[in-house]
Every structure is written in structure tokens, then in C-alpha cells.
């Protein structure tokens, strides 16, 4: 059962940048990549919590900014030698704009 | 239910034993402490400075009593334990308090020796040993006159000091022919009896105590050979005995001390015991840095974990009289077939030596220049091999640096445990053992595998030299060429120069001409890339906000919890009263929970949450501030002293030399951080000297020094040159600094820049060519057309809006 709330129009996400998405209970970061992918993940990386949404982007990955732990955006996980993973969300792009699936 | 463990002696040994194993385990056992004494914890080491009156008790306690309580652990103070009931396994207190446990721990110190001589139990005659011992001679001292210390030793010789600090009259009484017999040799002694002679201490050496004179009080001493001295006040320090009476009386085995196993545990083995009043492999100690390994070992055991084992000591001394340095460490009196490196400067009143079987040192003793004590003890601890550099070790540590091999036998005189990154706390043994088990080879990997180097940084030549070091041969310490990062082959080297004779202007142009093999870049090149094309292309090329560090695209740094800090530039760090208090509302206005006034002069507002911080800038900009690139590789600040207007050793305009600098320099982005200071006159109040580029005024002109840095490896500036205008300054600075922005690698700080392309060379560009000099400069000046455009404004004004704005979503 998913639930899709619009969140932002494509373009007010930067290329290769992140936005960040406050809930309730949670920041999730929203990522574009240079193709115009849009990935989410908790803003917390697996690491200590740094805040992944303020990382560099390149390709589907983000160095988190805190200790430079590279996260692979598709799957939530470090990639090595590093270990863990943050949760991941859905999202879709429809008529340019983003939804994302909480 | 938790098992009980009780502690019997609350003092440096006992209770850091309890934090080891807190640390270990902390819910373990319920924990019991009694000590003899009516305080927490203190510091034993620093009652002679308590005496001297440089310390107060207050400042000494380690653990107070919001300690005991927080880790929940029940404090007995004042109430001695007087009896161990092994049978019921319980203690009993003076005051009749009982206490069962699983685990006990003793910890009881040791008690001062008094020489048993008649009269010895007279009033006025005391040890060296504890808070009321201290309480008794500053009383004393506001009493009486003469005092007497019976003991040459460490411990004598430091109460003598207190005591003549606190005016009374100090007569040193020692048995032997030199002080200190125990630590040092006979020249070292020699010069510290002169030096302590001077402060006004007398000694009677070779004089043995026979009779303590006096009623009720004592009066004086009589010695062996008939005569005798005044004494109000006699302070016995021949010696300690480990406490060992209440262990023994409990039938514990007790030779000179508690005789304890190389797990800590006695004979009894549910009791262990740490500290003074132990004996271990047949000695017994003295010292707290044993004491300590000794009870990281008693809390392995008390956790259950069962793998620690204590093998002994080596140990050293240092003498804690203000103005003096000494230090001594292992065998320092040389046998039969060792040799002795001397370095003696009477007239500076220094004396080294070393003592070395093997090649290896073996013992040492220092004397008024005590810097590579610590260094030397670490040689000696792990049997160095000094061969390589035992012409110049007494010249100390720092002389290796020059020598080329610095790193290199820095790493090889470090310990296992040492910490190498103090970023990330990581030790030498863990990189080693990374390298190992892991079969590392290149820096990048050690990085990613133990963080060590991930920081800040400072620590690369140490990692790299201890990469070096392990993986011996296959390690290629300096390979030909570095790539940038893990996209390309290419250097940064051959990448500048590619952007200039290539002229690219993109960052895809760059990727695509060096074949990146990640279309995207990295974390690693795309900041650099970013850098260097606008150093290159200033007005051309467009800032890509998505290649910089956060803290650069979010104009902050950011903190710990995910706020920012906010530093608004000062010019020179002159302030008016309506800029500090636009502060002060800006502060009040957004709540911000700590201020501080920073290193480089400029006041930093902590704890800013994202979405606050266009907003503070709007106010701070309103009233005329700038951004102050606190946050970014960039100029920082131009640090100023009081100069000529206020000064009276001022021979320049400092301060308004340091606007001026300020004002042509600021908002430049640098491949590193860019400090600069002016100082009014060699004093230096500024600290010129370890600045990127620093003014030193002097009668006749300006020195300029350059390539200077503080924080973890301090460099001192090279002297580029003097100048003998102000104009010439801000000329040769700005020459300077785009020689820097336009030839330095990214992350490459001016002091590794100058040492790889030589002060000559900087020097040719800078003072001998004028005309590359004023070409520079135009070209600086240029550059700064573009950058001197506040970015706190410009965001403030809406530019980057998302950035700083998240996207909110709650639950309808
Ligand atoms: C003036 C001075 C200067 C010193 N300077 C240095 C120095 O520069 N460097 C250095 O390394 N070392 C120095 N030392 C030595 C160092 O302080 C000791 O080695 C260290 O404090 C010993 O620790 P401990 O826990 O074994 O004993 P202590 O710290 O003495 O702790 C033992 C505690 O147990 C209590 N106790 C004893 N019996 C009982 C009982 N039955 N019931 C309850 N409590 C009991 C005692 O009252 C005491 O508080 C100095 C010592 C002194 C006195
Ligand atoms: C991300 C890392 C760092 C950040 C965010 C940071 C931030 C700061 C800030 C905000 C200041 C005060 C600014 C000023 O007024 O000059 C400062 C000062 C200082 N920093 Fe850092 N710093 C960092 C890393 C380092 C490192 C690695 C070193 C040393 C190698 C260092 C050494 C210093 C020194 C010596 C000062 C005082 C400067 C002076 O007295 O002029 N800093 N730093
Ligand atoms: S550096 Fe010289 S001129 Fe400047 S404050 Fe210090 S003493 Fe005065
Ligand atoms: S918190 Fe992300 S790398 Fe440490």
C-alpha cells in the first residue's frame, strides 16, 4: 500500500543535489542525479547520522559530508569497505513532478 | 542481581581502575568505595603544587562527587576499612560499617617511612603524603620559621620547594653525596644543587639523622656526628612503604608488598590489588603511569574478559619545581662496555646524556632542556635502533625533520598505541594491522579502511610513512606521478596545466579531455576541479555549488548537530560599538546558544539552524557585514595587534595595514585556507610568523614572511623579503597569493606548497621578477572583481533559495 505525496517540481531539486524533505518524524533526503533520477533515503547516514542530503553527488552515489562514506542512492548501502545501510523510500516522476512514497 | 565489587582506597590507582572497567562494563557490579581520607579522588601528583600555592585542592580533585553518584557507585570517604572478613567475604570500617562483596580491590597507596629515631613521634614532624600533610606545613609556615626536609629524593626536594614559596627557611638533609641519587648523575645532580642554591635552599649532604630534639614540639635535630640544627618543622620524605597492614592482617600474602599475580589477583583469588601498595614480579612502584597500566589490566579481569596481562615498568621522572627541567628514565649511570652520549652547555645550564648498549638506549637523563624526554623514553621503551641518527639525537626530534627522513623515524619511535589521526582516534597498531590483515597498498585505501588521514588530514605523512614502513619494498613512497583522485591518471599538476594550454572551461570539458573514467567526478576531484576553474576562468566560468563541500555551498561551517556557525568578517578585527551590538541582536534574535570570540580575531555565532541562516545574514548584512569564509578554502582573516596608534613599541600602522590587506585580499577562493596577520614590531603580538603570509613591522620598512601555518605540524614562515611601503605590501601579497592560487594543488596549504617548490623559486617569481610580480598582481586584482561579491547578501537576497529551504510534509 503505498501513499504518494507530491513534493517538489523536478527542477527545484538540483542536478547532482539533493533536497531535504521534513516529516514528521524524519528528514529524507530527495536526489537528482545528472540523468534526472530521483532517489530518497533517510537523511542519516549508516556511518554516524551525518546528513547525507549534504553530500556531493556523482553518479547514483553521495559522500556523505561528515566522514566521506560513499552511499549507493538505489540501494541505501556503503559501498566498501564500509558497512550499512540506510532505509530506502520510492519515488516517481510524473509531468515533471516528484513524488515520493512514505 | 549484580555481583558486588568493593574498592578499599579511593585514591589515583583504585578509582582509575574504575573507570577502566566502566568502560569495559559498566553494569556489572554494584560498586562500593571506602577510602581512608575525607575526599574524592585527587590528584596526589600535584600536591607540591598545592604547596607551592600554584594549585588549590579544588583544582587537583579528578573525581568529584557528582562522579561517584552518576556512575552509581556508593562513596565511604573519611572511614577507614579496618578489617577484611575473607570467610564472610566482607570488609568492616572504623565506624562499623560492613560491606559484603564478590570482587574486592585493593588500592591502599602506601604510607611515608619515618625514620625511627627518638623522637620521631614528636608534634611537627611529618611526611609528604596527602592533603592534611599539605594542610600541616602551610600552617606551619605561618607559624614558624625553620623548616628541615630529611630526604634528597624527588619528593624532598619538591616539599622543600613549597615550603620556601611559603617564605620559611628550608635546610635539605640528605644521607647520600648527590641529590636524587635514585634519577639522576653526578653532573646532572651537581647543577640542579647549584640551581636550587641560587633559589636560596641549603643542603647538609652526607648527614645522617640521629635525634629528633624538642618537648612536646619539635626544636631541632641532632645528627650521627654530634651536631645539630633549629627545626620548627621537620618533613620526612626517606622513602614510602606500601600500605600493606590491613592485607596482611587478613592473612593475605604480603612480602614488601601485596604480592599480586600478572592479573592483578592475590593469593585470595576473589581480591586483586593495584597501585603502591603492590608487589609484582618482586618491585614495587612508585609512580602513577604504572599504577595505570596496572589497573587497565585489574579492570580486564574484573570485566571478565581475561586476556590482559601486566609484565612491569619501565618508568621516568620528571622534578615538578617551576624553572626547572629535569627528566630521567631508565638505566642512567652507565655499566661496564656502554657508551654515553654527552651534550654539556654549562653556560646555558643544560646537560644531556644517554646511555646506549647496542645501538639502543637504555637510560637517560636530561637537564634544563627536557623537550625530547618523552621522545627519548618512547626510543628506549621500544628498543629503537639509533644508528641511523644517534649523530644528532641529542640535537632532539625536530632536528630529524631536516635530515629528509622525518616522518619516516617519527613513525618507527612511536608505540603501537600511539595515535597517529587524532581525528578519528585511530593508533598506529590499527593501521598497521589493517595494512596487514588486509593487504593494503596505497594511501587512499588505508584511508578508506581505518579513516585514519579522512579528517583533517595533518596525519597523511605520518600514515604514509607508516605505510611505507609496513609494507616495506612493494610501497613506492614516492611515486612518479600522484593521479588527482580515482577517476584519472592525471596529476593535479598536469591537469592545471591542461585547463590553461587546453583552455577548458567546464568541468565536463576537463573530464572529457583527461578521459575521467566517472562522468560525474568524485568527491575528491570535483571540489579541485571546481577550484581551479575559477582560479582560471575568473568572470568565465560559473561556480557549481553541487561540487563544493557543504560547508562552502551553505556558507557555514557545519557543526556536530547539524547546525551552522556563523562568522561575520571583522577587517583586521576592528570593531565599533553599533557593529557589536547588530551582533549582539543578531545573537538574541535567533537564539543562538554560544558565542566566541575566534583565534583570527572574529566573533563566531554557534548553533544556526539551516533554515535561519539566510535570515541572519540578511541582518548581519544590513548593518555591514560580509560573510567571513570562516567556513571555506579562502582567505580567513588578517589578524592585527594594538600597532603604532596605541603601542608604545609600535613602529608601523598595523592595524590599518591589516584593513588594508583585508580589503584587497577578501573573498578569494584559495586551494587552501589563507591566514595572514601584521604585527606593529618584532614582538610579534600577532603571531605573523605562522601565518600563509605575515608582516612584521620594523623601523625602516616591512618584513613579509611567508609559508607559516599553527595547528598540528607548526611551521614557522620563510622571510620572502622587506619592502619599504604600505603599497608594496598589498603588491607583493596579492602577488603572492595568485602565484599560490594558480600553482598550489587543491588542499595543498602554503606551507607544503613552499617546502615542494622551494623558497628560491617563490623568491624569483615574487622579489627578483618585477614584472611577473605586477602581472600577478593584475591578475589577482582581477580575479577579485568577481570575488568579492558577498555571498551572504546575494542569499540572503533569495539566490540558492532551496538550499536553505527544506520541503515540508506532515501528517493531515
Ligand atoms: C607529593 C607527591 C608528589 C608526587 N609526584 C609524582 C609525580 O610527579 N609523578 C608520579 O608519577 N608520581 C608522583 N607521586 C606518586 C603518586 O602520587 C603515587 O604513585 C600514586 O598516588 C599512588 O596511587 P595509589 O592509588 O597506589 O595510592 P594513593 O593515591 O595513595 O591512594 C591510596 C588511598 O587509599 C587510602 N587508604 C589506605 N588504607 C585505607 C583503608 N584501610 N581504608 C580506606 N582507605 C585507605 C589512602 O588514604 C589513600 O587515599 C607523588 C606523590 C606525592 C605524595
Ligand atoms: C573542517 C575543518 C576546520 C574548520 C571548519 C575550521 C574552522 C576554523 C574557524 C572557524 C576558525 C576561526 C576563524 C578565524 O577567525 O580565523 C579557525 C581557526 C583556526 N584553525 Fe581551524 N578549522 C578547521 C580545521 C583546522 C585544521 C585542520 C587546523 C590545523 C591544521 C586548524 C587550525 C586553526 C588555527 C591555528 C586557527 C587559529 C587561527 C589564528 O589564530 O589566526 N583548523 N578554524
Ligand atoms: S607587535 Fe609590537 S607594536 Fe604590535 S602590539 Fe605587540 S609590541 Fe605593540
Ligand atoms: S556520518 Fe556519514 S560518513 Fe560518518
Redesign the interface.
Known amino acids: 500500500m503505498s501513499n504518494w505525496?507530491e513534493?517538489?517540481a523536478l527542477e527545484?531539486?538540483?542536478?547532482?543535489?539533493a533536497?531535504?524533505?521534513?516529516?514528521?518524524t524524519m528528514?529524507v533526503a530527495?536526489f537528482r542525479?545528472?540523468d534526472d533520477q530521483v532517489f530518497a533515503l533517510k537523511d542519516a547516514c549508516p556511518h554516524k547520522q551525518g546528513?547525507l542530503s549534504?553530500?556531493?553527488?556523482?553518479?547514483t552515489t553521495v559522500?556523505c559530508?561528515m566522514?566521506?562514506w560513499?552511499i549507493d542512492l538505489e540501494k541505501g548501502c556503503a559501498l566498501g569497505?564500509?558497512e550499512g545501510c540506510t532505509n530506502v523510500f520510492r519515488t516517481k516522476v510524473e509531468n515533471g513532478k516528484v513524488y515520493l512514497a512514505? | 542481581m549484580k555481583e558486588k565489587l568493593v574498592l578499599v582506597g579511593n585514591g589515583m590507582a583504585g578509582v582509575r581502575t574504575l573507570e577502566e572497567l566502566l568502560k569495559l562494563d559498566p553494569e556489572r557490579y554494584e560498586i562500593t568505595v571506602f577510602g581512608a581520607e575525607p575526599y574524592p579522588n585527587y590528584n596526589r601528583i600535584m600536591l607540591s603544587p598545592v604547596l607551592a600555592g600554584e594549585k588549590t585542592v579544588d583544582d587537583i580533585i579528578l573525581n568529584d562527587r557528582d562522579w561517584y553518584e552518576s556512575n552509581g557507585i556508593t562513596l565511604h570517604t573519611g572511614d577507614p576499612v579496618v578489617r577484611i572478613d575473607r570467610a564472610a567475604r566482607k570488609v568492616i570500617t572504623e565506624s562499623g560499617l560492613e560491606a559484603g562483596y564478590d570482587r574486592l580491590l585493593l588500592a591502599t597507596g602506601s604510607n611515608p617511612f619515618i625514620i625511627p629515631v627518638p623522637g620521631h613521634d614528636k608534634e611537627g614532624v611529618i611526611g609528604f603524603r596527602d592533603i592534611a600533610d599539605v594542610n600541616t606545613m602551610l600552617e606551619a609556615s605561618k607559624r614558624y620559621q625553620k623548616a628541615v626536609v630529611i630526604g634528597g629524593g624527588l619528593l624532598g626536594l619538591e616539599a622543600a620547594n613549597g615550603l620556601m614559596k611559603n617564605g620559611m627557611d628550608v635546610t635539605v638533609v640528605h644521607l647520600m653525596d648527590i641529590l636524587m641519587e635514585r634519577q639522576l648523575d653526578r653532573p646532572a645532580a651537581e647543577l640542579l644543587k647549584q640551581s636550587l642554591e641560587e633559589r636560596g635552599m641549603k643542603f647538609l649532604m652526607e648527614t645522617q639523622t640521629a635525634e629528633v630534639l624538642g618537648d612536646d614540639r619539635v626544636s631541632g635535630l641532632k645528627f650521627a656526628d654530634g651536631s645539630e640544627i633549629e627545626a620548627d618543622l621537620v618533613v620526612m620524605a626517606v622513602g614510602i612503604r606500601p600500605n600493606i597492614e590491613l592485607a596482611q592482617t587478613a592473612g593475605i600474602h604480603c612480602e614488601r608488598g601485596i604480592v599480586v599475580n600478572d592479573t592483578m589477583q592475590t593469593y585470595d583469588p576473589r581480591i586483586y590489588a593495584v597501585g603502591e601498595c603492590v608487589q609484582h614480579r618482586g618491585l614495587t612502584y612508585g609512580l602513577v603511569a604504572p599504577l595505570f597500566e596496572q589497573a587497565k589490566v585489574a579492570a580486564n579481569h574484573l570485566a571478565q574478559l581475561g586476556f590482559a596481562r601486566y609484565e612491569g615498568s619501565v618508568t621516568s621522572t620528571k622534578l615538578k619545581v617551576t624553572g626547572i627541567d629535569l627528566f630521567s628514565a631508565g638505566e642512567f649511570n652507565e655499566q661496564e662496555g656502554d657508551e654515553t652520549l654527552v651534550l654539556q652547555d654549562p653556560a646555558a645550564g643544560v646537560y644531556k646524556k644517554l646511555v646506549v648498549r647496542d645501538n639502543r638506549i637504555k637510560g637517560a637523563v636530561l637537564y634544563g632542556d627536557t623537550m625530547d624526554g618523552t621522545w627519548y623514553f618512547q626510543l628506549l621503551r621500544d628498543g629503537t635502533d639509533i644508528s641511523a641518527f644517534r649523530s644528532t639525537i641529542l640535537f632532539g626530534q625536530h632536528d630529524l625533520g631536516d635530515a629528509g627522513h622525518g616522518d619516516e623515524t617519527r613513525v618507527a619511535a612511536l608505540s603501537d598505541d600511539a595515535e597517529i589521526c587524532g581525528c578519528?582516534g585511530v593508533c598506529k597498531g590499527e593501521i598497521i594491522d589493517a595494512i596487514v590483515t588486509?593487504g593494503l597498498f596505497t594511501l587512499d585505501d588505508v584511508k578508506?579502511?581505518t579513516?585514519a588521514a579522512?579528517?583533517c588530514g595533518s596525519c597523511t605523512g605520518l600514515v604514509e610513512a607508516i605505510l611505507a614502513s609496513t609494507v616495506g619494498d612493494g610501497y613506492d613512497a614516492t611515486p612518479s606521478k600522484k593521479p588527482l583522485c580515482g577517476c584519472t591518471e592525471y596529476s593535479h599538476d598536469e591537469v592545471i596545466a591542461g585547463i590553461k594550454e587546453h583552455q577548458l572551461k567546464t568541468m565536463d570539458a576537463v573530464r572529457s579531455f583527461f578521459e575521467w573514467k566517472?562522468?560525474?567526478?568524485?568527491?575528491a576531484c570535483?571540489?579541485a576541479l571546481n577550484y581551479y576553474l575559477l582560479a582560471y576562468w575568473p568572470g568565465e566560468y560559473h561556480d557549481d555549488?553541487?561540487?563544493r563541500?557543504?560547508n562552502e555551498?551553505?556558507h557555514g561551517n557545519?557543526q556536530k548537530d547539524?547546525t551552522y556557525s556563523v562568522v561575520p568578517r571583522m577587517f583586521g578585527g576592528l570593531c565599533t560599538p553599533a557593529e557589536l551590538r547588530a551582533i549582539a541582536d543578531v545573537a538574541e534574535k535567533y537564539n543562538v546558544p554560544e558565542m566566541k570570540v575566534t583565534g583570527g580575531q572574529r566573533i563566531d555565532l554557534f548553533g544556526i539552524k539551516k533554515e535561519d541562516l539566510p535570515a541572519v545574514w540578511k541582518d548581519l548584512s544590513e548593518a555591514g557585514f560580509v560573510s567571513g569564509h570562516a567556513y571555506g578554502k579562502a582567505l580567513r582573516t588578517v589578524k592585527t595587534c594594538a600597532g603604532k596608534n596605541w603601542c608604545r613599541f609600535g613602529t608601523q600602522d598595523s592595524t590599518g595595514l591589516g584593513v588594508k590587506l583585508e580589503e584587497l585580499t577578501w573573498g578569494s577562493w584559495m586551494p587552501h585556507k589563507f591566514k595572514l596577520a601584521v604585527s606593529g614590531c618584532p614582538r610579534n603580538c600577532a603571531e605573523a610568523t605562522i601565518k600563509d603570509f605575515g608582516v612584521v613591522c620594523v623601523d625602516s620598512g616591512y618584513e613579509l614572511h611567508v609559508g607559516g601555518n599553527g595547528g598540528i605540524k607548526v611551521r614557522v614562515t620563510d622571510l620572502l623579503c622587506k619592502v619599504e611601503t604600505e603599497e608594496e605590501v598589498l603588491e607583493y601579497c596579492g602577488a603572492f597569493i595568485q602565484k599560490y592560487r594558480e600553482e598550489a594543488h587543491y588542499l595543498e596549504r602554503t606551507a607544503p606548497w613552499v617546502e615542494r617548490v622551494g623558497l628560491d623559486y617563490i623568491k624569483q617569481a615574487i622579489v627578483e621578477d618585477e614584472a611577473q610580480r605586477k602581472a600577478l598582481y593584475e591578475r589577482f586584482k582581477y580575479s577579485q572583481q568577481f570575488a568579492q561579491i558577498d555571498p551572504w547578501k546575494q542569499r540572503a537576497e533569495g539566490e540558492e533559495a532551496?538550499?536553505f529551504q527544506?520541503?515540508?510534509?506532515?501528517?493531515a
Open positions: 505525496i513534493i517538489a527545484d531539486i538540483p542536478r547532482l543535489g533536497r531535504v524533505v521534513k516529516t514528521d528528514d530527495v542525479t545528472r546528513p549534504q553530500g556531493i553527488v556523482s553518479g559522500t559530508p566522514h566521506n560513499k569497505p564500509d512514505i | 578519528n588486509k578508506a579502511h579513516k579522512s579528517s566517472n562522468p560525474d567526478g568524485c568527491a570535483r571540489p555549488p553541487q561540487s563541500f557543504i555551498r551553505a557545519i547539524g532551496n538550499e527544506p520541503i515540508k510534509i506532515t501528517a
